[in-house]
Nanobody, 122 residues
Framework: QVQLVESGGGLVQAGGSLRLSCTAS????????LAWFRQAPGKEREFVAV???????HSIRSVKGRFTISRDNAKNTLYLQMNNLKPEDTAVYYC????????????????WGQGTQVTVSS
């Protein structure tokens, strides 16, 4: 069992930066593949980025070059560094943990955090 808690969201102007954190409790954090999803108002929850248990990364095209996913297994923490934020990045951001590799589907992940709000003003 893994419990995930996100933090670091907030209100930022377009072009600004935020770093989201997702801290996990429970065992075997280093063995999980970890992902970020986001859900904008009125839209489906969508995949943003994933980092595997061995550090391989994958992200959606719209955030490449702006967002960086990373993990610190010693601290049981997942990060999402978000630079050059745009209004269309506004959403609730969720972290998720699973054991099925670099997956982009919500159903592929077993554990979820409660979400943190990111709002980007124009």
């Amino acid at each position: 069992q893994v419990q995930l808690v996100e933090s670091g969201g907030g209100l930022v102007q377009a072009g600004g930066s935020l770093r989201l954190s997702c801290t996990a409790s429970g065992r075997l954090f280093s063995t999980y593949d970890l992902a970020w999803f986001r859900q904008a108002p009125g839209k489906e929850r969508e995949f943003v980025a994933v980092i595997s248990s061995v550090g391989v990364e994958h992200s959606i095209r719209s955030v490449k070059g702006r967002f960086t996913i990373s993990r610190d297994n010693a601290k049981n923490t997942l990060y999402l560094q978000m630079n050059n934020l745009k209004p269309e990045d506004t959403a609730v951001y969720y972290c998720a943990a699973g054991s099925r590799g670099l997956r982009v589907g919500r159903s592929e992940y077993d554990y979820w955090g409660q979400g943190t709000q990111v709002t980007v003003s124009s």
